[in-house]
């Protein structure tokens, strides 16, 4: 992949017959009240009209939200015509018990699954010891599911390497473990150093893997929040991101109009370098998706 801007005109890169079409992905995380599944169907109903690839729903390590994650992936189509993914983690359970959600899941119609393994309840940093009786890892899990049915599987990566790699060379061996035993695609973590992107997809293609590795993009929805779940998952903060939103927390106007600058410079950057496919982390809000998707060039249907 090249790091080098393509030097084409703007208009032909967004919308040119002779670049591929662009693809999103939007994901959600279950509501927990009443008004949070409010603002989630609000949030899926703007944005539908943009007809995202999918929309996924996370799944809480553990099987947590296991109820509520079913139940809001079974009523996305429905609703809004769009394919639903759901995500589903082997974490803390037993193959028979994860078996039994993906039936679950085809039961409802749902025929795509974001595979992971999750994390211990201590987080990231905690060891993580499988079960006996459960899936080992990731790949584990995603060779489980495909024996299971026939479903479009999706499966993460890290432009940063994941916390518990104990290298470079260990952490795209998974991966290519991952995209082996049936992965479509490789969803990466949030990172908001392109190079990193760039220098984590030329490793994975040289290591003969040639899914798609589709960006997950983290609009900056409240800076504090979001450098929170940074440090939780290992994505580095760089000093001038945090600097363009320094002393911004209660101008919350100006912190938007920063959010979606350095969000379109993101994503303005990936698109220019060749980069047609894109994952969004929504925090089940519109807003910052609605004005990417158009700096992408993506209009609502019906425009
Ligand atoms: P794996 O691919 O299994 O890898 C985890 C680590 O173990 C890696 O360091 C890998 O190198 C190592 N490893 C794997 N196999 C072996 C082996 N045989 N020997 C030695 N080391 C090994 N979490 C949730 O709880 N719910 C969600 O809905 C959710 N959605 C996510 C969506 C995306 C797009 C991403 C990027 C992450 C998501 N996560 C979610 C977080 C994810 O669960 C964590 O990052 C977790 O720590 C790792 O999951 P994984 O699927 O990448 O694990």
């Known amino acids: ?16 017959a002779e670049h591929p079409p662009i693809a999103m992905s939007f994901e959600f995380f279950p509501p927990k009240s009443d008004e949070a599944e409010d603002r989630f169907w609000g949030s899926l109903h703007r944005l539908a009209p943009l007809r995202p ?45 994860v078996d039994e959600v993906v039936r679950g899941y085809a ?22 010891e499988a079960r006996e009786d459960g899936y080992q890892n990731a790949a584990d899990l995603v060779a489980g599911i495909r024996r299971l049915g026939d479903f479009d599987i ?3 990566a890290y432009p940063e390497k994941h916390p518990q790699s104990a290298d470079w060379d260990a952490d795209i ?17 949030m990172f908001f150093n392109n190079a990193d992107y760039w220098r984590f ?8 893997i040639n899914a798609p590795i589709v960006p997950g993009i983290q609009p900056i929805h409240s800076f504090k ?32 109009l920063v959010a979606a600058a350095v969000a379109a410079e993101q994503v303005t950057e990936l698109l220019d370098s060749g980069v047609r ?3 969004f982390y929504t925090m089940n809000r519109s807003n910052l998706v609605l004005a990417l998707a158009r700096v992408l060039g993506q209009m609502p249907a019906g425009r």
């Open 1 to 16: 992949m090249s790091v080098e801007p393509q030097n084409i005109d703007r208009a032909s890169r967004r919308t040119g």
């Open 53 to 97: 690839r999918f929309v996924s729903v996370t799944y809480g390590a553990g099987g947590s939200t296991r109820e509520r994650t079913l139940r809001m992936v079974s009523k996305i189509t429905g609703e809004t015509g769009i394919d639903a993914a759901a995500h589903l983690t082997c974490v803390g359970a037993s193959r028979e018990e």
């Open 107 to 128: 039961a409802a119609g749902v025929n795509r699954i974001v595979a992971l393994r999750g994390d211990p309840p201590g987080g990231v940093g905690a060891p993580f």
């Open 154 to 156: 999706s499966v993460a």
């Open 173 to 189: 061996d998974n991966l290519k473990r991952k995209i082996d035993a049936g992965a479509d695609r490789a969803i990466t973590q």
């Open 201 to 208: 997809a030329d490793r994975a293609r040289a290591a003969g």
């Open 225 to 256: 929040q979001v450098s929170g779940f940074a440090a939780k998952c290992g994505t580095s903060v760089p000093g001038w991101l945090a600097e363009r939103f320094a002393g911004l927390e209660n101008e919350p106007e100006t912190h938007a």
């Open 277 to 279: 496919e894109f994952h």
